[in-house]
């Protein structure tokens, strides 16, 4: 399996930005497609947003289209997601997770995936 560790978390303002990064080890992000997960005091694990192992596709959940950016460097071994416009509801641990297919990378209960430790992310308001 491949190893991926956050970072880039951290306290912003609302209305302030972070970027994200995941870096993977041991194999080659490129043959994955890539996902970042949250999960907030209390709550389940949500997804966030996933690309496709090219990049070409990408898909949001609705709260944070517009706001969120999910992008990989396969040279660099690393996925990003910029992060505009936060807000309070935003605070959580951020995961990124590694799968075979595009489907599964949307997936929080897909128990072949690859994760990290997650990295915190608190917004204040």
């Known amino acids: 399996q491949v190893q991926l560790v956050e970072s880039g978390g951290g306290l912003v303002q609302a209305g302030g930005s972070l970027r994200l990064s995941c870096a993977g080890s041991g194999r080659t992000l490129s043959t994955y497609a890539m996902g970042w997960f949250r999960q907030a005091p209390g709550k389940e694990r949500e997804f966030v947003a996933a690309?496709?192992?090219?990049?070409?596709?990408?898909r949001y959940v609705d709260s944070v289209k517009g706001r969120f950016t999910i992008s990989r460097d396969n040279a660099k071994n690393t996925l990003y997601l910029q992060m505009n416009s936060l807000e309070p509801e935003d605070t959580a641990v951020y995961y990124c997770?590694?799968?075979?297919?595009?489907?599964?990378?949307?997936?929080?209960?897909?128990?072949?995936?690859?994760w990290g430790k997650g990295t915190l992310v608190t917004v204040s308001s």
């Open positions: 997770t590694a799968a075979r297919s595009f489907t599964f990378a949307t997936m929080a209960e897909a128990t072949a995936n690859s």
């Open positions: 690309i496709s192992q090219s990049g070409a596709i990408t």
